[in-house]
């Protein structure tokens, strides 16, 4: 019954897969290969820093500071892996649908927790912690020993995150205050903290902080196998990893076996909010206003809205006031000025017919032409996006004056606004996806992950080709940017054109065979 | 007579599959019209074409007497209305909302809305749901919701896609009053169901859709002659020409 299982998964998985999907695919594929590569050297340096004569040709190295480097990165690993770690449960919806043709409810629950687990992204962190176990324990004989650590660790995230989404969908709003209040408080103890006078004493820091971090769980994960010299210590090491594995696993089974029998409700959207809706089709139009209320309400665009416009809040500041010292690496600062216009993108333009879906073969039976409603949604999408560039470059003129090429920056922030809006508007055509209004939106974000990874990656080698400094070469990248603005410009101008086309071919036919 | 639609060889294929192919059809104005067929027959193809959400590779089609063209588009849409399988919901709008957003779409004058609204609701059993989630509803509701809907705009001609199908039997009874009405006042309405009994009480003239194309046309006086020997669903099978499985071909069951 479990290869039906993952048969049956299988050709969901395949046919999911259009051409585009595919290509998309294999880039995070490889983009994840190369991380993970690069990850598991970083482990063996920093392994080989603590335990070779490798420290020797470092002339700031004490143990103490390798210890802290180590025990840092662990927790950012650990930190990491908690917020990566996919805990979708395969297709639920799908699968559920097994439960009628005979698939036992415990096989099926115990089935589906163990297909969690082998999530690409879930086998890389994992496989990371076992080589960086092994390559402390350095004998065959303690696979075993590393194999329950790294269950244990990994059952603890899976459960300690089911439920820290599920308070944050509950608390969401709290959370949002909360954040919003303790972001400028964050941002100036960081700034302090990171201040010159705290670098000229910070070794009086380094032990007490290296006794923090080795509690903290990535420390107590990656400081095991010194834990382990006695047999005694070995056994009730294992034994509690094995106990606590066990606990977490059939406590995540009941929450399965759970889910499989309680079909999503939808979510309630107490909207008293139909004078919201209202509102915004007064002020973009019935199709925008209509299509902005979805987005906005939707669950998880609340929590990504946080995350972009969080992080710049939090870090910019900071690196403005270290600008001189950043060198060539300053357009990270305007990489994360640009974080959120191209968040907020992403959150509009990514999946422009995913939210009302089906609702829009009615729309299109009203005696409005399709060409306009589909304008006035782009029109509508676009416009938090392009407020949020106009603030963001507002504010790079007030603060980076004086210091910075800004007709440089005010075209490289041009041409990465056009080039995520038109990889954005690929993405609504060629990778429409259902959004599933499920209580746990976030398991199920309305834009594939696999999109937004790559939008980082493309967003981080956009910022550093247009805003480096190109020398006596300056002029002439200004003018290659102006072209560039231009064309990108006009082809965006002459796809809104055409779109009705492009709908009528490419999401028409998938909604209409949805029926 | 004037013809509500007429069609002349259209064509619609998808990819390989033909689904109709040179498929006539004249319906005459303030005719109620039974479209029926087997699965499959392409009668929910048809509905979406002339609602305008499915293109089609060749034809003419005429619909009041407009073109079925972008030029025409607009003014085809201000007079049809239409009710598909499954119904077409906004899922996270009240019914309240939902139908004053369709009022303001087909810019109704605004001081009788809720009078309309409130009637229809009432006449279907849907007050007590003017203020729920849509998502929230039944199929019969969300069903009957949607006949509101399409009724609201007035339209000349009204497309029904197995509109019967999970409504009670009072619910039935009303519907049928209010496109017995709307007869009266001369619109048009081309209905599709499996339902024969409705279709052969209801409908004036009877179009059997199969293999691509219409095999039989009944007029309201040839099916009301026919019925008197044999029920439509016999009618409808000795067109069909469906072959009868061999008597022990369930044996097993």
């Known amino acids: ?515 | 007579m004037e013809r509500a639609i007429n069609i002349e060889g259209l064509k619609k294929s998808y990819g390989q599959t033909a689904v109709l192919k040179n498929f006539d059809l004249s319906v005459p104005s303030g005719n109620i019209f039974g479209l029926i067929g087997p699965n499959g027959a392409g009668k929910s193809t048809l509905i979406g074409i002339l609602t305008g959400l499915l293109d089609y590779d060749e034809g003419q089609i005429l619909i009041n007497g407009l073109e079925l063209n972008e030029a025409n588009e607009l003014d085809i849409k201000r007079q049809i209305a239409s009710v598909l399988q499954p119904p077409l919901l906004f899922e996270h709008f009240t019914s309240h909302d939902f139908l004053h957003y369709i009022c303001d779409i087909y810019e109704m004058p605004k001081d009788n809305r809720q009078v309309k609204i409130n009637s229809l609701l009432d006449f279907l059993g849907l007050t007590e749901f003017e203020h729920a989630k849509i998502n929230k509803l039944s199929a019969g509701s969300r069903k009957k919701l949607s006949f509101c809907a399409a009724i609201l705009t007035e339209p000349q001609i009204l497309f029904l896609d197995e509109p019967f199908e999970s409504i009670d039997v009072i619910s039935i009874g009303r519907m049928k009053t209010i496109l017995n009405r709307l007869q009266e006042k001369g619109k048009t309405i081309i209905i599709t169901s499996h339902i024969l009994e409705i279709v052969e009480n209801l409908c004036d003239d009877i179009a059997i859709l199969h293999k691509q194309k219409i095999i039989a046309y009944l007029d309201s006086k040839t099916h009301k002659e026919l019925q008197k020997d044999a029920s439509l669903s016999e009618i409808f099978e000795s067109y069909v020409e469906v072959e009868k499985p061999k008597s022990d071909v369930l044996k097993w069951l």
């Open chain 1, 1 to 515: 019954m479990f290869w039906k299982l993952l048969e049956y998964n299988w050709k969901l998985f395949r046919h999911s897969l259009t051409g585009a999907k595919l290509i998309v695919l294999i880039v995070y594929g490889l983009l994840l290969g190369t991380i993970f590569s690069q990850v598991i050297g970083t482990v063996y340096f920093i392994l080989m820093l603590q335990h070779t004569e490798l420290n020797s040709m470092f002339s700031w190295y004490t143990p103490a500071r390798g210890r802290l480097i180590l025990l840092v990165f662990v927790n950012i690993l650990w930190l990491a892996q908690f917020f990566f770690t996919n805990i979708r449960l395969m297709k639920l919806e799908q699968n559920r649908k097994l439960l009628t043709m005979g698939y036992p409810l415990n096989r099926l629950s115990r089935y589906l927790t163990f297909l969690a687990f082998l999530h690409p992204l879930n086998l890389l962190f994992n496989a990371t912690w076992f080589i960086l176990l092994m390559l402390q324990f350095k004998s065959i004989s303690y696979v075993p020993l590393a194999l329950v650590i790294v269950l244990a660790n990994f059952s603890l995230i899976f459960s300690a995150k089911f439920r820290v989404l599920k308070a944050i969908k509950n608390y969401q709003k709290w959370l949002l205050v909360l954040i919003l209040f303790m972001l400028p408080v964050v941002g100036v103890s960081v700034k302090e903290l990171l201040s010159n006078s705290f670098f000229m004493q910070f070794q009086q820091y380094i032990d007490p902080f290296n006794q923090i971090a080795a509690v903290l769980p990535g420390g107590l994960v990656a400081i095991a196998p010194s834990l382990s010299h006695a047999v005694l210590t070995q056994i009730a090491i294992g034994v509690f990893c094995l106990a606590l594995f066990a606990g977490l696993y059939f406590d995540h089974l009941k929450n399965t076996r759970k889910a499989l029998q309680t079909p999503p409700s939808q979510e309630d959207h107490k909207l008293k909010t139909s004078t919201f809706r209202s509102w915004l089709c007064t002020q973009f139009g019935d199709h925008a206003g209509k299509y902005v209320y979805y987005v906005v309400t939707h669950p998880y665009n609340k929590i990504q809205a946080i995350i972009f416009l969080g992080f710049p809040i939090l870090y910019l500041p900071f690196m403005i006031s270290r600008i001189d010292e950043l060198g060539a690496t300053k357009f990270v600062i305007l990489f994360f000025f640009m974080y959120a216009p191209m968040g907020f993108q992403l959150m509009f333009l990514g999946n422009l017919f995913g939210y009302e879906h089906r609702e829009l073969l009615q729309e299109m039976q009203f005696p409005v032409p399709l060409s306009k409603q589909l304008k006035q949604r782009i029109q509508g999408a676009l416009i938090l996006p392009l407020t949020m560039l106009v603030i963001v470059s507002g504010t790079e003129v007030i603060t980076l004056g004086g210091k910075e090429n800004l007709l440089s920056i005010l075209l490289g922030n041009i041409i990465i606004f056009e080039v995520f809006s038109v990889l954005f508007l690929w993405s609504s055509f060629y990778r429409l996806k259902k959004v599933e209004w499920v209580s746990f939106s976030f398991s199920q974000p309305v834009i594939a992950r696999s999109v937004q990874f790559i939008s980082g990656f493309v967003m981080m080698a956009l910022s550093a080709a247009l805003y480096i400094s190109y020398g006596s070469f300056e002029l002439y990248k200004d003018l290659a940017m102006v072209m560039l603005a231009i064309i990108f410009g006009f082809w965006i101008y002459r796809y809104i054109g055409n779109i009705q086309v492009v709908f009528t071919s490419k999401i028409t036919p998938r909604l209409w065979n949805e029926l």
